[in-house]
């Protein structure tokens, strides 16, 4: 268990609210990313971390923000939330003696009516 | 554009059947191919792959990579209901960031 936990696990929101979903691991990993996960799409990156203050963007990242100020937590902000980022988050970090293999946390599930 | 494609999409089998899935790859600087198995829940690590012709085994589970025709497969053997998951293909390419996934392939085992 690489001791990965997200918050909240389930969120619903109105559209135009700010969110602030959390990820946060206890062993100091230094990578840390967020996806979203869509039926037919699969999981698709939204921004990764490499270390403190060091944040970087992914593929569909667009109207969201991370921070991360201290190793253990990665924040994903959406400044204000739209119907088409109803979908189910994941957060995940990089483990393994190759450092490719990655270890999620148990989801965020995030409905914006 | 990298990608990565499996297939089937999905399929239902019987308890005790083998499967083979399938998933194939386009990327530029490929560096490593990865399993994932996904209940409801999330993905959690089956295998990885970095070489061809190399079979990694885990029980029931095997899989091998082609780097030459771009392919990798994921066998199951004497399936069981437990194995009823969606199957995702992740490759690596370029840096630590750079991962696509495929869409997966939902397993469904029947009694």
């Known amino acids: 268990d690489a001791g990965i936990t997200q918050s909240p696990r389930h969120k619903v929101t109105e559209t135009g609210t700010p969110v602030t979903l959390r990820c946060h691991q206890t062993?100091?990993?230094?990578?840390m990313y967020w996806y979203r996960q869509d039926p037919g799409h699969g999981l698709r990156l939204i921004h990764y971390?490499?270390?403190?203050?060091?944040?970087d963007k992914g593929e569909v990242s667009d109207g969201y923000s991370v921070s991360r100020s201290k190793t253990e937590d990665f924040l994903l902000t959406l400044e204000s939330a739209t119907s088409s980022q109803t979908s189910v988050y994941f957060c995940?970090?990089?483990?393994?003696?190759?450092?490719?293999?990655?270890?999620f946390g148990p989801g965020t599930r995030l409905t914006v009516t | 554009e990298d990608k990565v494609v499996q297939s089937p999409l999905s399929l239902v089998v019987h308890e005790g059947d083998t499967v083979t899935l399938n998933c194939s790859y386009e990327?530029?600087?490929?560096?490593?191919l990865l399993w994932y198995k996904q209940e409801k829940k999330a993905p959690t690590f089956l295998f990885m792959l970095?070489?061809?012709?190399i079979e990694k085994k885990s029980g029931r589970l095997s899989s091998i990579l082609d780097k030459k025709e771009l392919f990798s497969i994921l066998n199951i053997t004497a399936t069981q209901t437990g194995d009823s998951a969606v199957y995702l293909c992740?490759?690596?390419?370029?840096?630590?960031?750079?991962?696509?996934f495929g869409t997966g392939t939902k397993l469904q085992v029947i009694p």
């Open positions: 971390s490499y270390g403190v203050k060091d944040t």
């Open positions: 992740v490759v690596n390419s370029g840096g630590y960031q750079k991962v696509t």
């Open positions: 990327v530029t600087n490929f560096r490593s």
């Open positions: 970095t070489s061809s012709g």
């Open positions: 062993e100091n990993h230094r990578y």
């Open positions: 995940a970090i990089k483990v393994g003696p190759s450092g490719y293999e990655q270890y």
